[in-house]
């Protein structure tokens, strides 16, 4: 949703609505990478782009190698609502988790702004 998957880099189109997110949710993120190699990496580049500050915890920062890692991050964790960069990565997890709500990074976006005055847990 913001970090690239090649590089970790921030993406740029993403940012505001992400910080968005940080500053009035309980967010966390999930990093698909490689190996552990890169974890500092990952929280450099959160930390430069103002998650942090936004809200974002650096203990709600989780790694993972494997798509199904991520699913069962998402079932352990039970969020009021995951979002996903895309539709495809929302059809993946609901097609893992029945009951999970998911959505994608642009309908987030509408929901917060239809919702501002309520925090997102």
Known sequence: MILRENDFSIIQE??????SICS???????VKVP???VFDTVLSNLESCGAFRSGLSKHRVMFCQYPNGRVSMVQQLQPHLHVELDAEGVEF???KLIRQNVTTLENM?????????KPVN
């Open 24 to 30: 009035k949710t309980k967010a966390f993120i999930i």
């Open 35 to 37: 190996d552990e190699s």
């Open 14 to 19: 993403n940012l505001n609505s992400f910080l």
């Open 93 to 95: 997890v609901r097609s």
């Open 109 to 117: 976006e509408s929901m917060l702004q239809d919702n501002t005055e």
